[in-house]
T-cell receptor
């Protein structure tokens, strides 16, 4: 079945450091790919998405490119801030009609120190 | 525009009891999905409702059931609670016209003792 694998955390960085969180997937067909963020005590928020190969999703300085050849969707940010401390989830959506359930990675906790 | 809301925020139940969790979808959204997120894990898809019908289900037993109402709000019911049901239960809504945009509520934290 379809699955998502994320790099394990926690990841601890200093402010202004470069961030990469790896995500690879296994899927039949052509899924859509997402990064969600969960700030402490809050619900999940869509950070960015890509719906087809070579698409680049971007938001709030974060970017991820849908790489079909390597089945990857790595999250990057050039300069992290303390406010980016959160848990980041990679997910894929099976494009099966209206039933677009999300399949999730385990999440990667990011802590950014001042 | 009101976002997705869930109630209650927290709940403590005893093994064997039944629980009902509620979700109000975002205005204009006709599709609601429910997820279970155990501590330190990613969410697991429970089921999805579209126009009051269940149209997708994950690997959860029948004691997990749901409803969607004409206003698109939804309930998740869990019977015969087990200790392993302790988790954060998340509701997400979307419009069938924007299938890639799911909006999540803050969740209900269920503790089964």
């Amino acid at each position: 079945g379809n699955s998502v694998t994320q790099m394990e955390g926690p990841v601890t960085l200093s402010e202004e450091a470069f961030l990469t969180i790896n995500c690879t997937y296994t899927a039949t067909g052509y899924p859509s790919l997402f990064w969600y963020v969960q700030y402490p005590g809050e619900g999940l928020q869509l950070l960015l998405k890509a719906t087809k190969a070579d698409d680049k999703g971007s938001n709030k300085g974060f970017e991820a490119t849908y790489r079909k050849e390597t089945t990857s969707f790595h999250l990057e940010k050039g300069s992290v801030q303390v406010s980016d401390s959160a848990v980041y989830f990679c997910a894929l959506s099976e494009n099966a009609g209206n039933n677009r359930k999300l399949i999730w990675g385990l999440g990667t906790s990011l802590a950014v120190n001042p | 525009e009101t976002g997705v809301t869930q109630s209650p925020t927290h709940l403590i139940k005893t093994r064997g009891q039944q629980v009902t969790l509620r979700c109000s979808s975002q205005s204009g959204h006709n599709t609601v999905s429910w997820y279970q997120q155990a501590l330190g894990q990613g969410p697991q898809f429970i089921f999805q409702y579209y126009r009051e019908e269940e149209n997708g289900r994950g690997n959860f037993p029948p004691r997990f059931s749901g409803l969607q109402f004409p206003n698109y709000s939804s309930e998740l019911n869990v019977n015969a609670l087990e200790l392993d049901d302790s988790a954060l239960y998340l509701c997400a809504s979307r419009s069938s016209g924007t299938p890639y945009e799911q909006y999540f509520g803050p969740g209900t934290r269920l503790t089964v003792t």
